[in-house]
């Protein structure tokens, strides 16, 4: 990868899930953390639990750590944050500890936090175990399926003592991911090419969370059977599997073609070029694992329909 971008956090999601990386050292699941961990460092007492959770100074190590948070309203928790944790707009004001590069671990043992929520798959396998090694309060957040974003929403909530809100969210969530399934899923197949980047020409397969998105808007993906979840293909293979659509995600968030996006005007033989049917959905909402993406999955999912 030659440049970081405003969706960087999936690049790295694609890069540690083909590589399987994962922090050698077990920890508690967030929806398992027990009563005596979410206790305040601060010392002070409550009768109430969710009281003594709703005080907990948090380190949301992801950005869409950041944004669940916020959703369920545990947003004025977080005392530090990664780099890309921009939405909403007060996640801007978050201190920063890290990139996907690295985290600053002299500055969280500085910050104090109650709680570090970290990102299983995206935050670097060597930092985490020296968190742990001080002995911080460390749970994981693991969203890998379209429905995982629901039990995350809710493990959150009990975390924070915000269950009523993440129950709220959850099953809002719950019930649009469903009609949309009920909407797109079974609908004629439209053969589809995702080009999640360039350079090397990469695509998604398997259990990829784009290949989920595929997956209920009735899309086929002729590497869909690929072993890997973001396998290399080669610019010969797609124009040979003659795409009726070509999806080029935006990381400008403007709709927008990347400057090193392949320029599929070349080959105006392909369906997709022929027709039209280069679509740029917004990459910071179509990849982060919250909410939001099912917005952008179902304007995803009806522009593939109009090439029915």
Known sequence: MSRPYRAGWLLLLVLSAAHGAEPEQQTEPASELSSAKQAPATGQK?????????????????????????????GAQIIGTTEYADY??????????????????????????????????????????RLQQYHLNVVYSDVTRLDDV?????????????EASAEQHALAYEQELQRLRATFAKRTPVRVFYELWSRPLTTVAANAWPQQQLTLCGADNPFAQLNQDYPGVGLEQVIVSMPEVIIQPSHQGNNSIDADAVNWQRWRTIPAVKNGYIIHPDADKLHRMTPRALDEIGLLCEQIDHAR
């Open 46 to 74: 409550t009768s109430n639990p969710a009281d003594a959770r709703a005080s907990l100074r948090i380190i949301a190590l992801a950005p869409h750590i950041v944004e669940l948070l916020y959703t369920i309203g545990a």
């Open 88 to 129: 909403p707009a007060a996640a801007n004001d978050i201190p920063r500890v890290g990139s996907y590069a690295g985290l600053q671990i002299e500055k969280i043992l500085q910050m104090k936090p109650d709680l570090i929520i970290a990102w299983r798959s995206g935050n670097p396998v060597a930092d985490l175990e």
């Open 150 to 162: 629901a039990s995350e929403l809710r493990n959150f909530g009990r975390l924070t003592g915000h």
